[in-house]
């Protein structure tokens, strides 16, 4: 199982952007998946999740995240829209096969004020 992400870069506040992990292996497996982020000094945080039921947020990004996948494209997205200085992070991609769980190699989002 690998797992690629791609998408960051440098962004003003207010604008948007829209992450992408492209994932090899079993996909229809990873029956939940997850972005994470962490900013340096910071503890690695969760960002969003999506299993085959439901889509869950963290607070500071609820209204302005969305998380999907696309089952024939084996891809995780994430849509950023209103970005803040605060969302600025490496972000990566999680996905959970039978309790393990599998991580991206992250990509960077700078928020400019």
């Known amino acids: 199982v690998q797992l690629q992400a791609c998408g960051g870069g440098l962004v003003q506040a207010g604008g948007s952007l829209r992450l992408s992990c492209a994932a090899s292996?079993?996909?229809?497996?990873?029956?939940?998946m997850t972005w994470h982020r962490q900013a340096p000094g910071k503890q690695r945080e969760l960002v969003a999740i999506?299993?085959?039921?439901?889509?869950n947020y963290a607070d500071s990004v609820k209204g302005r995240f969305t998380v999907s996948r696309d089952n024939v494209k084996n891809t995780l997205y994430l849509q950023m829209n209103s970005l803040k200085p605060e969302d600025a992070a490496l972000y990566y991609c999680?996905?959970?096969?039978?309790?393990?769980?599998?991580w991206g190699q992250g990509t960077l989002v700078t928020v400019s004020s």
């Open positions: 999680n996905a959970v096969i039978d309790s393990k769980a599998y």
């Open positions: 292996g079993s996909f229809f497996r990873m029956n939940v």
């Open positions: 999506i299993d085959s039921r439901s889509t």
